[in-house]
């Protein structure tokens, strides 16, 4: 494949998209351009040199902790993947509600 003078070597790919390729990105978006479907909260995806999905919400009351954790169980069972959940991570902003929340029954690290 040649793009603006670019030319990408072979190379075998079983599952996935290969890493550092000229097309990567773009395949990246397009395998995942429905990801977000059923999702009550906002999704971010994105690829850089590894591919990052971000799903995040505003949580004023408990309804809106339980919605969010449904959106990652619900995301986890449509999506069957293997989630590596000391990949995983919960930020909160703000001082308001700040609940746990756990992916396949791994609890996930807050950070700051």
């Not at 590894?50 to 999506?79: P, S």
């Amino acid at each position: 494949m040649c793009l603006r003078g670019t030319v990408s070597d072979w190379l075998a790919v079983f599952s996935g998209v290969p890493q550092l390729s000229v097309l990567g990105p773009l395949l990246f978006l397009i395998f995942i351009n429905d990801l977000d479907y059923g999702i009550k909260n906002w999704i971010l995806k994105f690829t850089d040199r590894e591919n990052f999905t971000k799903i995040f919400g505003k949580i004023l009351n408990v309804m809106d902790t339980v919605r969010l954790q449904e959106d990652l169980i619900e995301w986890a069972e449509e999506w069957p993947m293997m989630f590596n959940a000391s990949k995983c991570k919960v930020m909160h902003f703000g001082k308001k509600v700040m609940p746990d929340y756990n992916m396949r029954g791994q609890h996930l690290l807050t950070v700051t």
